[in-house]
């Protein structure tokens, strides 16, 4: 039997209540004299900062340990991480780590099964135990002790007071309270939740269906790249969300700068022949998938089956042959090593290059049934 479960009067009062106070307090700043341009950027300041010291601290350096941090960046990212008003470090984690390992179960703190407005924020309207089993190895970090004790005073005084403060420094503490405060709470607060409803329900899954989580631009472009969520579920300590260059995701890009200026290291990165693999699985799972509703008669499906998975496997074959090749042309390149050897290398590279993109457009072909029906 479920354990009955105590609502948490705070967490509701300030969930629902922070947005009629952001609303009400910008009709108020507008009814004056309007906020001094320097408070929108302040807004839009704090807005980043905050949002990537969750993404890119709370998410994925602290839950996810997908990289290592200088004290001076842990913390910066736990002090504006509690600026967003969503827990200490350590609860966050904590519940975060029994997302993934629960994920879609009754376990799952937001499980999605329990409808979009339970995995946004309904979960949150309840009292929970702190489950501090599955954080022993952050409890150990004297910085995230300090943040999870003092949690309360350090989200007023960055979350609220040090807006008010610099605001009133151009004379317009009020507009930094409403707009650099309550209303970049409020939006932070959803645009977190999103990922654990929207990127939940909306959006492709290149490269799993065994849980719910979906890979969505859209839900990236409000989540400084979380939303590529189904790639983040199937390689959770991976540093990046949008692995691929074209996707947007800042934290990202953030990490990898900071990683530049020796702030940060250890990145941790999934190898891309894994990921390929993971996406090549997926495309035949999802392509049998269509092709077992056509009701084929067995001999023939049994044929088509194996045909399929024997392109895949010669596709795979390629991709990791063009990859050794690649890394290898590339690592010999850096140690500048001699001319003939390097030649030799080069066009090994390309053949292979060359090789599976003829097996990728076998694939393909595959794929769109033109191979695998001649039976
Ligand atoms: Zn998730
Ligand atoms: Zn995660």
Not at 62 to 88: C, D, I, T
Not at 122 to 149: A, M
Not at 237 to 256: E, L
Not at 311 to 328: G, N, T
Request: charged share 20%; proline share 3%; hydrophobic share 45%.
């Amino acid at each position: 039997m479920q354990p009955k479960k105590n609502l948490d009067l705070v967490n509701v009062l300030f969930l629902v209540g922070s947005p009629f106070v952001a609303v009400s307090g910008v009709y108020l700043l507008f009814h004056l004299n309007g906020p001094a341009w320097q408070s929108w950027i302040l807004f839009a300041v704090m807005m980043v900062v905050t949002g990537l010291s969750v993404t890119g601290g709370y998410h994925r350096l602290f839950s996810h340990r997908s990289f290592k941090a200088n004290p001076f960046v842990r913390l910066f990212f736990l002090l504006f991480g509690a600026a967003a008003f969503e827990n200490s470090a350590l609860k966050w984690s904590a519940d975060h780590r029994l997302h993934h390992r629960y994920v879609d179960t009754d376990q799952d703190p937001y499980n999605i099964k329990k409808g979009f407005f339970w995995a946004h924020m309904g979960w949150i309207f309840y009292r929970t135990e702190k489950n501090l089993s599955v954080v022993t190895d952050l409890s150990s970090d004297p910085l995230v002790r300090f943040q999870d004790h003092y949690y309360l005073p350090l989200s007023i005084a960055f979350g609220f007071l040090l807006p008010t403060a610099i605001a009133a420094l151009w004379g317009d503490a009020l507009g930094g309270l409403i707009l650099a405060g309550w209303v970049r709470i409020v939006l932070n607060h959803h645009f977190t939740f999103f990922i654990n409803s929207l990127a939940h329900t909306l959006g492709s899954q290149p490269y799993s269906d065994r849980n719910s989580s979906r890979d969505s631009f859209i839900c990236a472009l409000v989540s400084y790249g979380e939303g590529y969520h189904n790639f983040h579920h199937s390689f959770q300590s991976d540093y990046r969300n949008g692995v691929r260059f074209w996707q947007f995701d800042p934290t990202k890009w953030v990490i990898t700068f900071l990683s530049w200026i020796g702030l940060v290291w250890d990145l941790r990165v999934t190898p891309r022949a894994k990921l390929m693999k993971a996406r090549f699985e997926m495309q035949e799972k999802r392509f049998l998938s269509k092709l077992s509703q056509s009701k084929w008669e067995m001999p023939k499906w049994k044929l088509v089956e194996e045909r399929v998975q024997k392109f895949r496997s010669e596709l795979e074959e390629a991709y990791l042959k063009f990859e050794k090749a690649r890394s290898d042309y590339h690592a010999f390149k850096k140690k500048g090593s001699y001319h003939l050897k390097l030649e030799e290398i080069k066009s090994e590279y390309r053949a292979s290059k060359e090789e599976f993109k003829l097996a990728l457009l076998q694939w393909k072909r595959a794929l769109s049934q033109e191979l695998v029906l001649v039976v």
